[in-house]
């Protein structure tokens, strides 16, 4: 983050701004609106704010700006046009160790302002950290039809009723599991179709129904896909916001894991080669003791936690202690992969088939069915395969495949920084090594993967996007006198 998002209570304190144009009256406004109060420094000022002042909403002194005048300043706003004074004030500011805003200059602020979406009590800040205003105001443009004005009568509901659910409920987990319910449930409806009475009155009803006992334990066993927050199910969206714990693995990119509630505690469980943070038999009983001490456990896995993803193992754990389990499948690297990768895995021309192996090496040796693998008409997807692709290759081929059978293999598949080499069964291994390819990484084998070349989608709308951008670029200005 290049800024800290946080919310400054500047009700009755005293905010400077230096300018009288357009642009700060639209911050008077906003520091009015607050409870601000609010003193102007500026020799003249325009139509707007002379009636902002005709109606008290600050004080004014029609005076070119001097350090004295931050004296008492509990934050300050700079929004002249001459560059030069912006930077004194700003100076001077941060000298006090006064928050200091400068309009349209980023480098020269201590804080920024964002765009607002206001549904009091309910406010949502949007930000670019200054790189982009007019993004920010299309983002803030698109949450306001998507935030009903009702949020703001919904919070003071809440509020009203706070005290009540407190006394009513000893145990904080299960006060947020009353919460949760209800702000997503009848309750809101109604607040949301103007029945505030009944509202109330149902939420009344609905407290007096719930006991004070301990909640329950469960886990949430959740596949987070392959990289790509996008391609989150909703339901993993949702139980990421309930969780008061997450378990995650080393495939669940950083992207996803800032989809989780923040004040969740975070449990990495990753596996790499010869390198387990926790054994399997650890993380089950992990899982199994988070949930006796009453709390929601996420167990966040890339891609599908039954493909590949011992997800099997763990809920057979879960299951033999009693404990409270869901599952939400996610999708698989092998469809999200060879989706983004423009590789269908079955075609009625080429592959009336799929096969998905685990591509571990064991002592130098891969354990598969090869001859099951090189039958004809099918697709055969490796995961976990980058470090044995040459013996993959090789004992493919000695089992009968063509050296010339198309294979590929995709590096961070659905992500922008996805990476495609396609070659041969024969050529692979080296394309790989030369590309000094990382993991996480999948490798598709079968004709299917000569569609590649007209069906690569994702390659070319990134390098649509990337041709637009170079095109974009202003052309330097030419001298053309003399």
Partial sequence: MDFLPIFIDIRNRNCLVIGGGKVAARKID???RAGARITVIAPELDTESLEQLRQGIFVHYAETFTPAHLN??????AATNDRLVNQQISDAAKKLRIPINVVDNPDL???IMPSIIDRSPILVAVSSSGKS???ARLLRARLETMIPEAYGRLATYAANFRAQ???HFSHPEKRRMFWENELQGRFAEMVFAGEDQAAQDYLVHSLHGETDEAPVGEVYLVGAGPGNPDLLTFRAMRLMQQADVVVYDRLVSPEILNMVRRDAQRIYAGKERSNHTMSQESINELLVRLAKENKRVLR????DPFIFGRGGEEIETLASFGIPFQV???????SGVAAYAGIPLTHRNYAQSCIFVAGHLKNGSVDLDWPTLVRPGQTIVIYMGLLGLPVLCKQLILHGLPTRTPAAIVQQGTTHTQRVLVGSLGTLPNLASS???TPPTLIIIGEVVNLHKNLAWFESKRNLYANELENTKEEPIKNNSG
């Avoid at 966040?300 to 891609?303: D, E, N, P, S, Y």
Wanted: glycine share 10%.
């Fill in 435 to 437: 590309a000094n390819l």
């Fill in 133 to 135: 205003p007019v993004l």
């Fill in 109 to 111: 602020c201590s804080f």
């Fill in 165 to 167: 659910v407190r006394q």
């Fill in 328 to 334: 939400v499948p996610g999708i698989t690297a092998a």
């Fill in 300 to 303: 966040l896995k890339g891609g």
């Fill in 72 to 77: 008492n300043a509990t934050l300050v706003i």
């Fill in 30 to 32: 906003l520091l009015s």
